[in-house]
């Protein structure tokens, strides 16, 4: 005699409605974190693209808007290396000739600069000035009606292998005082 009794039969259980939803939503949780994921890595990657700004100080001749200085300054955290500056013209204009700053500024790749204008390394919230006053003169007696440029700045980020550039145009504007100052406007 065998001590083997027959094994109870199981009962089955009836299928779990809640697979499906626990497998749909840990797909979605999977999308959501890949998502987010990549949203974080990009506004990362924008937090180290290299930000440079151009600002313009008053003139310290008020005769001569050329005599006013422009700031370069680095606005980022990353250091920027063979920085440099030139100044590309547009368009200047004697009196009585009135001034009208076409609406697009071509800069290409010519233009003014200065040896003391290259070869900086800025750190974060460093700059140089630069002064356009020398390079550019009227006749004696003349006046000058307006004048339209742009400063482009040259530099080479640290993880970036090739130099990057970057203009900003800015405008004379004769003010109530009768004295032209420059004006930042866009390229086009």
């Known amino acids: 005699m065998s001590n083997k009794a027959p094994k109870p039969h199981k009962k089955a259980k009836p299928p779990r409605a809640e697979g499906k939803k626990g497998k ?72 009585p000739l009135p001034f009208d700053p076409p609406k697009h500024f071509e800069y290409g790749s010519g233009g003014f600069t200065r040896p003391d204008w290259n070869n900086h390394t ?39 292998p090739i130099k990057r550039e970057h203009a900003f145009r800015f405008i004379t504007h004769r003010q109530s005082n009768g004295e032209l100052y420059w004006y930042s406007r866009p390229l086009d």
Do not use: H
């Open 24 to 95: 749909s939503g840990s797909r979605l949780l999977a999308w959501v974190l890949g998502i987010s994921t990549l949203l974080g890595g990009l506004a990362a990657a924008v937090t180290f693209l290299p930000r440079v700004s151009v600002t313009p100080a008053d003139a310290v001749d008020p005769n001569n808007p050329f005599s006013a200085s422009f700031t370069i300054t680095n606005a980022n955290f990353v250091t920027l290396y063979n920085v440099g500056a030139r100044i590309a013209l547009g368009r200047v204009v004697a009196e």
């Open 122 to 160: 800025l750190a974060m919230d460093e700059r140089f000035t630069i002064t356009p006053q020398g390079m550019f003169g009227m006749q004696p007696g003349a006046k000058l009606s307006g004048a339209d440029l742009a400063i482009v700045v040259r530099y080479r980020p640290w993880f970036v």
